[in-house]
């Protein structure tokens, strides 16, 4: 398994260039170096990944087991020279920022793509002398393959240029990674505390795994000198280290989207809980009103997908009951609710939720029954401020606030209080009482 392990990380490195190739980076030489980057460090860690190797190796051709070490290393190489030229295109771009601001950006801007260009010329000039130095190394090395490493005959020349292969490409890995992690770490500090330097720091940190992982070549480097012999492949350790890497890579890389991830996975949150609080409310009002149901086909006790539409449709389906629970509503509901709440007297902040609750329930079982109030009560024994017609005849979106959230919050409010105040249980039994007499007295009528 632990030979496997290179594959994720190398998958990892080639989706993030597909993510910078898409990604609107302010800088196109910043993302284009970076989409190189990780773009050839990734086919570099899938190449040389143990499997791939002996697959090549299991067509009977040493040599192209060879070519193939050889080409995963010339990946490397490369990733490195883009992972270097990160560096000054990101200085370029502050020079290009900072033009801007002062209002000559042209001038300014021509002046940092010149300073860009012949760091580009520099860098891609450094890289074909280590390509090339490289492939005379390994041609002069003329290495085979034993198992997985590569082996020279015992000759020191042989030896040597096999070590020597190995430390070329070392040194300028370490050279391209310093030079982007000096750049780093100073503006980790300009950034000081916060999101930013959080997330230069883990990069940075993500840089310094990637120095060790490359260090682990000293291996190789004394071993080759020493025996003529070299991994091929990379090792356990190395896909240890290259997961470290990569996963302060993808942590500093993220730290900008922890912010907007994190109100996401809190927004769900909040709404299915708001969306559990509004069940038992809007089960009984479906009990009744079956019709006020917006999707008839969802009956399954599954949580929703989509919590926050799901919530909008529950918000809905309430103010449709109570709008259709008006033509229902008592008029002895604010005397049941007065000596309702002269034993269990509700407390300041739930007055208001307490009355719409007691309106709804005797609504409720009203329409249970079929029957409407014949006769209003008189308006002095009513206030209008308690009427369950007033109190059920506020638009959607007016009884507390004009946003879906403070609506919703309106109504979970309104629920919690219609499952559990007091004053509302005993209206609830004084109307399924009155309700029960006169199904009574119609029957004694029949």
Known sequence: MSNLALYPVGLFFVLSAAHFARSRIDSRATARCTCYGTALLGAALLVL????????????????????????????DGAAAAIRLLAPALRAADA???????????AAGNAARAVHRHEVRGGLALLGTVLGLRLALIAAAAPGLSGEDLTVGPELSARLALAGYTAVGMLHTTVCLVALLRELVRRARAAGPGRLGTGLRLLAGGLVAGLLWNA?????????????????????????????????????????????????VRGWVHAHRRYRVLTPLWRDLHTVLPQIALDPARRLPLPPRDPRFALYRRIIEIHDARLILRQHCDPRTAQWLDQATRRFPPPCDH????????????????????????????????????????????????????????????????ARVYATCPAVAEVRTRARAERARAASAAGALR
């Open 49 to 76: 990944a143990p499997p791939t190797i002996r697959a090549v190796q299991s067509t009977g051709v040493a040599v192209l087991a060879v070519l193939a070490i050889v080409l995963g290393d010339g990946l490397r």
């Open 96 to 106: 290009a920022a900072h033009a801007a601001q002062a209002g000559n950006a042209e």
């Open 216 to 264: 682990w070549s000293m291996d190789d480097v004394l071993r080759a000198s020493a025996t003529g012999i070299q991994d091929g492949p990379e090792d356990t350790l190395c896909a240890v280290l290259g997961g470290l890497c990569a996963a302060l890579i993808a942590a500093g890389l993220g730290s900008t989207l922890w912010p907007a991830a994190a109100g996401a």
């Open 351 to 414: 007055a208001a939720a307490t009355a719409e609750a007691a309106a709804l329930a005797t609504a409720l079982e009203l329409a249970a029954s079929g029957a409407v109030p014949k006769a209003a009560a008189p308006k002095a024994a009513v206030p209008e401020a308690a009427a369950p017609e007033t109190v059920l005849s506020a638009a959607p979106g007016t009884t507390a606030t004009d946003t879906m959230d403070g609506e919703a919050e309106h109504l979970a409010h309104l």
